[in-house]
C-alpha cells in the first residue's frame, strides 16, 4: 500500500471546516481540476510525499532555533507536504485531511521561493538514498525530488498570488 497526497487551492471565503466539503474538493482528478480552472489549483505527489517531507525537516529558518518549542511547527518548512490543521473524521482508516490558511500558505511560498534545494537534499541526502538505490542511483532520485519542489514551489507560488488557502488529503 502506497501513500500519496493531493493538495488544492480554495478561495479563503469557500473554505469550511467540513469533512463533507473537503471530500467534495477531492471528487475530481488531477488533471480535470487543472483543466477546468485552467491553473496551477491542485497539485498532487506520490508515494515519495512522506519522503518529500523529509527534504524539508532539516532546513532552519534564521532565528527559527530562537522561538519558543511550541512555535516552531509554525515554520513553513514543516507544512509544505504534511502540515496543516487536522480536520477530524469519524472513521480512523479514512484519509487524513488537513487545511493551511491563506496566511499560512503565503509563508510556505516564500520558503519554497527563497529555498536552496541542493541545500535540503545535501540534508536529507543520507537518510533517502538508502531507500532509492543508494548512490548509483542518486541522480535519478535526486531528479525526482527536485521535479516534486519544483511543483510544490509553482503550486504554493499561485495559492499566495491569488491569496488562497490549501486543503490537504493523504491517503495510504
Known amino acids: 500500500m502506497s501513500a500519496y497526497l493531493r493538495m488544492r487551492a480554495v478561495p479563503p471565503p469557500a473554505l469550511r471546516n467540513s469533512v463533507t466539503w473537503l471530500e ?3 471528487e475530481d482528478d488531477v488533471e480535470v481540476v487543472r483543466y477546468r480552472s485552467g491553473r496551477h489549483r491542485e497539485e498532487a505527489l506520490d508515494e515519495r510525499c512522506l519522503d518529500q517531507e ?3 525537516a532539516g532546513a532552519l529558518l534564521h532565528g527559527a532555533q530562537d522561538r519558543p518549542r511550541d512555535r516552531l511547527q509554525d515554520r513553513p518548512q514543516d507544512q509544505v507536504v504534511l502540515g496543516g ?6 472513521g480512523r482508516h479514512e484519509p487524513r485531511l488537513l487545511v493551511l490558511t491563506a496566511a499560512q500558505a503565503r ?5 519554497l521561493g ?5 541545500a535540503l537534499w545535501g540534508f536529507a541526502r543520507d537518510e533517502l538514498l538508502p531507500r532509492y538505490g543508494g548512490a548509483a542511483a542518486e541522480p535519478e532520485t535526486w531528479a525526482a525530488f527536485a521535479a516534486a519542489h519544483r511543483e510544490l514551489r509553482a503550486f504554493y507560488a499561485q495559492a499566495a498570488e ?6 490537504k488529503r493523504l491517503a495510504a
Not at 527563497?114 to 541542493?118: C, K, T
Open 24 to 26: 467534495r474538493q477531492f
Open 114 to 118: 527563497e529555498a536552496d534545494f541542493d
Open 162 to 167: 491569488c491569496g488562497e488557502a490549501v486543503v
Open 54 to 56: 523529509r527534504i524539508y
Open 85 to 90: 490543521r487536522p480536520v477530524f473524521r469519524p
Open 107 to 111: 509563508r510556505v511560498a516564500g520558503f
